[in-house]
């Protein structure tokens, strides 16, 4: 079953897959564009996020998108000044520093533990009752 969509960005019709619902023309235009950009903070790294909107032609919403996505990284003296979401130390590039990253991460990897051990204690349950219940007396019929 196919799933036609408008695109976001130019209207026309296309057939959505998943992620962004942008055409492939235009996100062969947004990752033409991404590689400008990074052309343009390589080659001038002390710009600030308005003077890369400017020059390249990009709006701020796009660039801050790549920042969070971690396409676009930053160096320690950049005048942009990207900050952890959670504990707001200063970062290079995304939403969380390293230290929180890692925290997220075992407290999800924690979360899906804990759900695999209750489903497996389930599971486990559940064999038990039914290996209970054919053991047992057994009767034959004359």
């Known amino acids: 079953m196919s799933n036609i969509k408008n695109c976001v960005r130019c209207g026309k019709?296309?057939?959505?897959?998943a992620g962004?619902?942008?055409?492939?023309?235009?996100?062969?235009?947004?990752?033409?564009?991404?590689q400008e950009v990074k052309k343009y903070i390589e080659e001038n790294p002390g710009s600030g996020l308005k003077q890369i909107c400017e020059e390249c032609n990009v709006p701020s919403k796009q660039l801050?998108?790549?920042i969070l996505e971690e396409r676009l990284m930053f160096t320690e003296n950049s005048?942009?000044?990207?900050?952890?979401?959670?504990?707001?130390?200063?970062?290079?590039?995304?939403?969380?520093?390293?230290?929180?990253?890692?925290?997220?991460?075992n407290a999800l990897n924690d979360t899906v533990k804990?759900?695999?051990?209750?489903l497996a204690a389930e599971l486990a349950k559940k064999q038990k009752k039914q290996?209970?219940?054919?053991?047992g007396m057994k009767f034959l019929k004359t």
């Open 13 to 17: 019709m296309f057939n959505y897959i």
């Open 20 to 34: 962004d619902p942008i055409c492939d023309v235009c996100k062969k235009e947004i990752e033409e564009k991404f």
């Open 64 to 66: 801050k998108k790549w």
């Open 79 to 105: 005048p942009i000044q990207i900050t952890c979401e959670n504990c707001g130390a200063r970062i290079q590039t995304g939403r969380l520093c390293a230290k929180c990253k890692a925290t997220v991460t």
């Open 114 to 118: 804990q759900r695999q051990d209750a």
């Open 131 to 135: 290996a209970d219940a054919k053991s």
